[in-house]
């Protein structure tokens, strides 16, 4: 298997992945299979990216905010069908009140998206975005509320699947008030510290620990690459910003389907099938992690692409095979590897 991986990995780098930046990681029950670590985690001073090397992980941390919510199911501190509006006091504004946890967690809520990631004009509205709310000051899940109350629902919540940004905000919310914990505490503490990934976090883009990689995003202008610090929330939220590295993913994919996070219960619902993105393509969603179905083979993924990000995670639990792509530029696209290793 080693060799067929690393003539995945040098083809991809050779069709497409030149100037590669970042690990990309294959393990099965008996460890490491394949991995490779490319590029510098801090450009300007020639420090390399190395396997265990952490790794933001844009929207990929919305599979956490799924396991969070879940464990909280699993606690009776709440409950699936629970309303938007019995667990947050929170002026709430167009948000529709009847929106339940269910609904968030599978992205059917049709909630504004503060971060329309299927307009047209996407890069621009980030931009206007970023320029209203400066990313220094994202520091904790009650400021996006600003940005999400004013707009009107995308669709009657429950119609369809939808991609929701704020969605996972408002999980994030809800943790808050049915742990009493601050969101961050309570996903370290019952997810990170319980599955032992030991250099997974929520950190600040300008005070990242050693081994973590800074994002690099190209300038307009001269195409020189800059640091993400001014691209990016300064502290990632319940939709994006955690960092992680390959071993702590290896960690908690077999943590989840080994029962140690949630119950078999919870952990059955937390991987079926709850809604079709795709259903003639074999895609769907879980609560909180994508589904794909081929030909009797079973994947689940998380991805995550933000300003100096890319990354994908997946596990195959028919071959117990755990995949991990990062990057820290945003140049780049991953997913080819994924593919590979699916049509492997």
């Known amino acids: 298997m080693k060799e067929r991986i690393k003539e995945i990995f040098d083809k991809w780098i050779a069709d497409e992945g030149e100037g590669f930046s970042g690990v990309f990681s294959v393990s099965d029950d008996n460890g490491v299979v394949f991995e490779a670590a490319c590029g510098f985690r801090n450009m300007s001073e020639q420090l390399p990216n190395e396997v265990d090397t952490a790794f933001a992980i844009a929207s990929g941390t919305k599979m956490f905010t799924g396991l969070a919510i879940c464990k909280l199911i699993d606690d009776g501190k709440l409950s699936i069908d629970d309303k938007i509006s019995d ?5 709430l504004g167009q948000i529709d009140k009847d929106v339940t946890v269910f609904q968030l967690l599978t992205h059917t809520s049709g909630v504004g998206d503060y971060v ?3 307009a047209e004009d996407f890069d621009e ?3 206007v975005l970023r320029n209203k709310y400066p990313a220094h000051l994202w520091t904790n899940l009650e400021y996006y509320l600003q940005m999400i109350t004013p707009l009107a629902p995308k669709f009657v919540a429950g119609e369809r699947y939808g991609y929701s940004n704020s969605g996972y905000i408002l999980l994030g919310l809800i943790i808050e008030a049915a742990s009493g914990q601050n969101y961050h505490d309570f996903v ?7 599955c032992k990934m030991v250099h997974t976090g929520f950190y600040r883009n300008d005070s990242l620990p050693t081994n973590t990689a800074m994002g690099y995003v190209e300038d307009e202008d001269d195409e020189t690459l800059r640091t993400n610090v001014f691209s990016v929330p300064i502290m990632g939220g319940s939709d994006g ?3 992680t590295c390959s071993a702590d993913l290896d960690n908690l994919w077999r943590a989840v389907f080994s029962g140690k996070i949630l119950s078999k219960k919870m952990t059955e619902a937390f991987l079926t099938n709850q ?3 795709d259903e003639e393509d074999g895609e769907s969603y879980g609560l909180g992690v994508y589904r794909f179905e081929q030909d009797g083979n079973m994947l689940y993924y998380a991805v995550g692409v933000d300003a100096g990000v890319d990354f994908f995670t ?3 639990p028919k071959q117990k095979i755990v995949a991990s792509a990062f990057a820290n530029t945003d140049n780049i696209n991953t997913f080819p590897l994924l593919e590979g290793i699916l049509e492997m």
């Open 188 to 194: 370290r503490e019952n997810i990170i510290e319980s």
């Open 125 to 127: 509205q980030m931009q």
């Open 314 to 316: 997946a596990y195959l």
């Open 87 to 91: 667990l947050l006091k929170c002026d």
């Open 116 to 118: 329309d990631e299927d």
């Open 275 to 277: 809604v079709w993105m």
């Open 241 to 243: 910003g955690l960092f």
